[in-house]
């Protein structure tokens, strides 16, 4: 296969001086456990896949996008306690992340969408920053978020780590990464303040001891054709994103 010219891993200057993306995409995720089933960049290949399938086919469709290569690790401060986690802090991930920006707005690419793996990963406050000091369009997109009807269709058991979906996502994109055996039910021991748990309330979980298996959701029911189903809805209403971000103009809103 030769290089695809819309991956900025794999594309050469020729290509990508011929015909310089409008819109870079910029994969986030984050290296951590996942159950006792899944590997550790399970964010990573999701997040990478995801936005690879949608430039794919939002290049088809004649859009000016390139994605960028992945950055792998996410704020995982209370998962530090668990073997070979990486963590970065809000202010490395400000300082990546604007050097990023800082870049492509020398070449004149003024449009950027986070395509973020990890819920861990809040980047609200550094996008108003950033986008203030550099006049750049920037969009979060969590892909885990994204087609939610498809997901409320496919997917039997809730959870939001390491759960049916994921498990699902990874048996369709790297089944030979999955040991379903080995799962753990994803269950979570609830907080002992009973106030903690009422809507507009919140706190960071200490991971270990509010998951034991490190997972959140029962992974059972997971299915290598859910995965398909998902992941083709997901990158498809992506697409679709990028290609009306790309054929934007200056003056339409919030492009400005």
């Keep these: 296969m030769p290089p695809r010219p819309y991956l900025v891993l794999e594309a050469n200057h020729r290509q990508l001086s011929a015909a310089p993306p409008k819109l870079a995409l910029l994969p986030w995720g984050a290296t951590e456990a996942h159950n006792w089933h899944l590997p550790y960049g399970t964010d990573v290949i999701e997040a990478t896949r995801v936005a690879e399938r949608a430039a794919e086919l939002a290049h088809q469709r004649g859009a000016s996008v390139a994605v960028l290569p992945t950055i792998p690790y996410g704020n995982d401060e209370q998962q530090l306690d668990q073997v070979a986690t990486v963590s970065f802090t809000t202010a490395t991930a400000l300082a990546v992340l604007r050097d990023v920006i800082r870049s492509l707005a020398r070449q004149g690419i003024d449009r950027l969408v986070i395509v973020n793996g990890h819920g861990g990963n809040q980047f609200q406050g550094l996008v108003r920053d950033l986008q203030s000091e550099f006049g750049v ?78 997972g959140s959701g029962d992974p059972a029911r997971a299915t290598a054709d859910k995965g398909r189903r998902y992941f083709e809805a997901v990158t498809q209403a992506l697409a679709d994103l990028l290609c009306e971000l790309a054929a934007a103009r200056k003056g339409q809103l919030p492009y400005v």
């Design 137 to 214: 369009l920037i969009v979060v997109v969590n892909f885990y978020q994204l087609a939610p009807a498809v997901a409320q269709a496919t997917f039997e058991a809730p959870g939001d780590h390491a759960d049916e979906m994921e498990t699902s996502l990874l048996l369709f994109l790297c089944p030979d990464l999955v040991e379903l055996e080995h799962a753990g039910r994803g269950q979570r021991v609830p907080f002992a303040i009973k106030a903690l748990a009422q809507p507009g309330v919140w706190t960071p979980r200490p991971w270990s001891r509010s998951h034991p298996d490190t």
